[in-house]
């Protein structure tokens, strides 16, 4: 069965770092561009990170550019999202998804993980 597992979310500190993972299976990783989209609580699904199949390009939100970082490893079957310097405002639920690239219509994500949370706060 196709499977998107985030891990890697927690509590930390406003200026720290966290990195998110998200293992994939069930289906052939390389093939699809894969996204990171948070929602705060109380808020709609928002766009965080891109990257291409091959990880020749990535694209992120204003909000985030130069603070995250989207990567992949295709031979890992593993996205990952190197955050830095967090802010409050980063506090969200984080899911990695599949098939969308930049994009803010949900309908074009065929696959989605559950989940990992991310808190900042002192």
């Known amino acids: 069965e196709v499977q998107l597992v985030e891990s890697g979310g927690g509590l930390a500190q406003p200026g720290g770092p966290l990195t998110l993972s998200c293992a994939a299976s069930g289906f052939t990783f390389s093939n699809y561009p894969m996204s990171w989209v948070r929602q705060a609580p109380g808020k709609g699904l928002e766009w965080v990170s891109s990257i291409t199949r091959t990880g020749s390009l990535t694209d992120s939100a204003a909000s985030v550019k130069g603070r995250f970082t989207i990567s992949r490893d295709n031979a890992k079957n593993t996205l990952y999202l190197q955050m830095n310097n967090l802010k409050p405002e980063d506090t969200a639920m984080y899911y990695c998804?599949?098939?969308?690239?930049?994009?803010?219509?949900?309908?074009?994500?065929?696959?989605w993980g559950q989940g990992t949370q991310v808190t900042v706060s002192s």
């Open positions: 998804a599949a098939n969308g690239y930049c994009a803010s219509s949900w309908k074009l994500y065929k696959y």
